[in-house]
């Protein structure tokens, strides 16, 4: 699967960005679908994680609350709806897939190029 993410850009602190990923191919709906980021300097690190019929949802301590997964296999896409951001926020996202539902990157083995968020303060 290929996969396209989209929707970033620059943020005031407490402002909101919905972020996209398209995938290519009719197998969309069998993979478990991930988020991470990773700032300058730093390591990937996990985000949020949805199943394959998007009932099941889990986040990093630092977004929860303020983020949302979602997907819809109809259109082949699973999104980031980020709201409440803040300055530490600011890093390339990154959506993945997987067939393991896991937390860690390594453990998928798909993934889209990165979109850039900026949040300033």
């Known amino acids: 699967v290929q996969l396209q993410a989209s929707g970033g850009g620059l943020v005031q602190a407490g402002g909101s960005l919905r972020l996209s990923c398209a995938a290519s191919?009719?197998?969309?709906?069998?993979?478990?679908m991930g988020w991470f980021r990773q700032a300058p300097g730093k390591e990937r690190e996990f985000v949020a994680r949805?199943?394959?019929?998007?009932?099941?949802?889990y986040y990093a301590d630092s977004v929860k609350g303020r983020f949302t997964i979602s997907r819809d296999n109809a259109k082949n896409t699973v999104y980031l709806q980020m709201n409440s951001l803040k300055p530490e926020d600011t890093s390339v996202y990154y959506c993945?897939?997987?067939?393991?539902?896991?937390?860690?990157?390594?453990?998928?083995?798909?993934w889209g190029q990165g979109t850039l968020v900026t949040v300033s303060s």
């Open positions: 949805i199943n394959r019929n998007g009932v099941s949802t």
């Open positions: 993945a897939a997987s067939s393991i539902y896991s937390t860690f990157p390594t453990q998928y083995n798909y």
């Open positions: 191919g009719r197998t969309f709906s069998s993979y478990l």
